[in-house]
T-cell receptor
Framework: KAGVTQTPRYLIKTRGQQVTLSCSPISGHRSVSWYQQTPGQGLQFLFEYFSETQRNKGNFPGRFSGRQFSNSRSEMNVSTLELGDSALYLC??????????FGPGTRLLVL | QKEVEQNSGPLSVPEGAIASLNCTYS??????FFWYRQYSGKSPELIMFIYSNGDKEDGRFTAQLNKASQYVSLLIRDSQPSDSATYLCAVKGIQGAQKLVFGQGTRLTINP
């Protein structure tokens, strides 16, 4: 099976802009979770989608949003970007066995 | 108190020795425990998961869980330089939430 794919892999934006990241889970997996990883805060949970519904949400401001499509692909959007949003954004796919498999990540730099 | 705590290291171990990585968690009701390995610039890779008290072995890796002490560990036998990475402990079920909560990670270096 192909693994989790994320696009784009690298992104440079300026403050105030918005960005959309995409994640395609492992075939057959219906759950997609998003995480933000920074050197200072480590890996932090953003939200999880299952069958097009947000099932869990982390403690991030409303500028961070997501959605999931009927084919389980997921997108996350960050509006009004801030310098502190520079991070590695990871998505993880879960197939019902509790284990999550991570994609390669999208590295976002906000200038 | 952090929900999941790990010693950030760095932990330095000679090649061929046993590397021992430790993790404690705050919520006694936590259900599932995972170890991920992350090489610099890469995404986390699942090594092992454990749900029940005791030991679980997979090749050179052994995960140990003690729910009474709220402690989970990972042992790496016959450490190789390729094991040098950051090891992340993750816990699911903290406060009933079905999401992974990660520790800060332990940086492990295996010295040839």
């Amino acid at each position: 099976k192909a693994g989790v794919t994320q696009t784009p892999r690298y992104l440079i934006k300026t403050r105030g802009q918005q960005v959309t990241l995409s994640c395609s889970p492992i075939s057959g997996h219906r759950s997609v979770s998003w995480y933000q990883q920074t050197p200072g805060q480590g890996l932090q949970f953003l939200f999880e989608y299952f069958s097009e519904t947000q099932r869990n949400k982390g403690n991030f401001p409303g500028r961070f949003s997501g959605r999931q499509f009927s084919n389980s692909r997921s997108e996350m959007n960050v509006s009004t970007l801030e310098l502190g949003d520079s991070a590695l954004y990871l998505c993880a796919s879960e197939g019902g066995g509790e284990t999550q498999y991570f994609g390669p990540g999208t590295r976002l730099l906000v200038l | 108190q952090k929900e999941v705590e790990q010693n950030s290291g760095p932990l330095s171990v000679p090649e061929g020795a046993i590397a021992s990585l430790n993790c404690t968690y705050s919520d006694r009701g936590s259900q599932s425990f995972f170890w991920y390995r992350q090489y610099s610039g890469k995404s986390p890779e699942l090594i092992m998961f454990i749900y029940s008290n005791g030991d679980k072995e997979d090749g050179r890796f052994t995960a140990q869980l003690n729910k009474a002490s709220q402690y989970v560990s990972l042992l790496i036998r016959d450490s190789q330089p390729s094991d040098s990475a950051t090891y992340l402990c993750a816990v699911k079920g903290i406060q009933g939430a079905q999401k992974l909560v990660f520790g800060q990670g332990t940086r492990l270096t295996i010295n040839p």
